[in-house]
Nanobody, 125 residues
Framework: QVQLVESGGGSVQAGGSLRLSCASS????????MAWFRQAPGTEREGVAA????????YYADSVKGRFTISQDNRKNTIYLQMNSLKPEDTAMYYC??????????????????WGQGTQVTVSS
């Protein structure tokens, strides 16, 4: 069972930045597709960004392209989500997800079997 622990959420004003971290207990020599999702109250969980840990190929939702950057530190088994130019509509609970193997339905929450507990991001106008 893969354990994922998110951190780095908080409250910022519009235009500000935050960096989320997701520490994974995944075995170092197993490749994963790892992703960030978000969910605001009353909405469906939305894929934000994903990364394939072998090679670092990244994927982004159109709503965050140019503002968010997903990255990884394989030595620490950790992925990050750097969020810049934040908007009030980015307010949500952000979740880390992982699935063994290469990315396939990388921004579809149904495809992932491993989830963290989430970290809240609140952006005020």
């Amino acid at each position: 069972q893969v354990q994922l622990v998110e951190s780095g959420g908080g409250s910022v004003q519009a235009g500000g930045s935050l960096r989320l971290s997701c520490a994974s207990s995944a075995y170092t020599y197993t490749t994963y597709c790892m992703a960030w999702f978000r969910q605001a109250p009353g909405t469906e969980r939305e894929g934000v960004a994903a990364i394939y840990t072998s090679g670092g190929t990244t994927y982004y939702a159109d709503s965050v392209k140019g503002r968010f950057t997903i990255s990884q530190d394989n030595r620490k088994n950790t992925i990050y989500l750097q969020m810049n130019s934040l908007k009030p509509e980015d307010t949500a609970m952000y979740y880390c997800a992982a699935q063994p193997g290469p990315c396939r339905a990388q921004l579809s929450w149904i495809w992932y079997n491993h989830w963290g507990q989430g970290t809240q991001v609140t952006v005020s106008s």
